[in-house]
T-cell receptor, first 111, second 115 residues
């Protein structure tokens, strides 16, 4: 079963706009990670946020985590056509043994 | 060795045949994971190893599936008597044993098509 749920399931924006994706999860976590997947390819790790962190930045990416609401958001600023991909959140539980993924957000950035 | 590698990248097999996939993790990583991903869905956990020990298996891993990591390095995933429902992308990931800051790195996956 999948723990996380991403919202929206699909998002279409113009190049240069910002894209925001949300993730909700159900159980206590150790950390939350965001991954990108281009069509038919493997997953690329984007950013990890620990349960005691509230916000993290990496380049054009900004991730927030609200453990009281069991939710996270991924913001991609100044989007590019190359950002077109599926984005998944994944949580690691307190036992720290495995990642549980959500269903993903399919992002299309139009040039 | 710059990442996790999986072989083959694609496999087409007839229903009822056995298939085996291989995963080579990042060399210093002692944890290795197998996931399955169907079209339009997120990856689902199958099993993981710490060194050569298989520590957890999902209920998705039926008795037709077996995974090994004999020397704590590469791993194989075998599916016996394949069914059409086994068609999916099989993803392997590796990580070090760590705490809250441990990242998992994925391979490119093996896409299985059962006809």
């Amino acid at each position: 079963s999948q723990q996380g749920e991403e919202d929206p399931q699909a998002l279409s924006i113009q190049e240069g706009e910002n894209a925001t994706m949300n993730c909700s999860y159900k159980t206590s976590i150790n950390n939350l990670q965001w991954y990108r997947q281009n069509s038919g390819r493997g997953l690329v790790h984007l950013i990890l946020i620990r349960s005691n962190e509230r916000e993290k930045h990496s380049g054009r990416l900004r991730v927030t985590l609200d453990t009281s609401k069991k939710s996270s958001s991924l913001l991609i600023t100044a989007s590019r056509a190359a950002d077109t991909a599926s984005y998944f959140c994944a949580t690691k539980d307190n036992a720290g043994n495995m990642l549980t993924f959500g269903g993903g957000t399919r992002l299309m950035v139009k040039p | 060795d710059t990442g996790v590698s999986q072989d083959p990248r694609h496999k087409i097999t007839k229903r009822g045949q056995n298939v085996t996939f291989r995963c080579d993790p990042i060399s210093e990583h002692n944890r290795l994971y197998w996931y399955r991903q169907t079209l339009g869905q997120g990856p689902e956990f199958l099993t993981y190893f710490q060194n050569e020990a298989q520590l957890e298996k999902s209920r998705l891993l039926s008795d037709r599936f077996s995974a090994e990591r004999p020397k704590g390095s590469f791993s194989t995933l075998e599916i016996q008597r394949t069914e059409q429902g086994d068609s999916a992308m099989y993803l392997c990931a590796s990580s070090s044993t760590g705490g809250a800051g441990t990242e998992a790195f994925f391979g490119q996956g093996t896409r299985l098509t059962v006809v």
